[in-house]
């Protein structure tokens, strides 16, 4: 099974597996994570999970860099095993 890193805001790392059709968002959710708000359940309109590079969502973040994401918006497949991830401080 695929593997993610989760690294908390406070700098805590974490390693999940993640089941097939998951996306970033879900797997992080899924494993107790509950820092990563992720409100609007996955529909790209809260910006409470950091993921999809939309500058009409994210660019309301104080913490935005280049490599910011909607984690909703990433499917996780295989390819994306090992991936490290933090999430971003709350707004």
């Known amino acids: ?3 993610l890193f989760v690294t908390t805001r406070e700098g805590e790392t974490s390693e999940v597996d ?20 992720a409100l609007c359940g996955g529909c790209c309109s809260c910006a409470t999970c950091h993921v999809m590079v939309e500058d009409d969502l994210l660019e309301s973040s104080d913490h935005r860099a280049v490599n910011s994401r909607l984690s909703c918006q990433l499917p996780f497949t295989a390819d994306l095993d090992g991936l490290r991830v933090t999430i971003a401080p709350e707004d």
């Open 1 to 3: 099974m695929p593997r």
């Open 18 to 37: 993640v089941g097939e059709g998951l996306t970033v968002m879900e797997a992080i959710r899924d494993n107790g994570f509950d820092e990563l708000l």
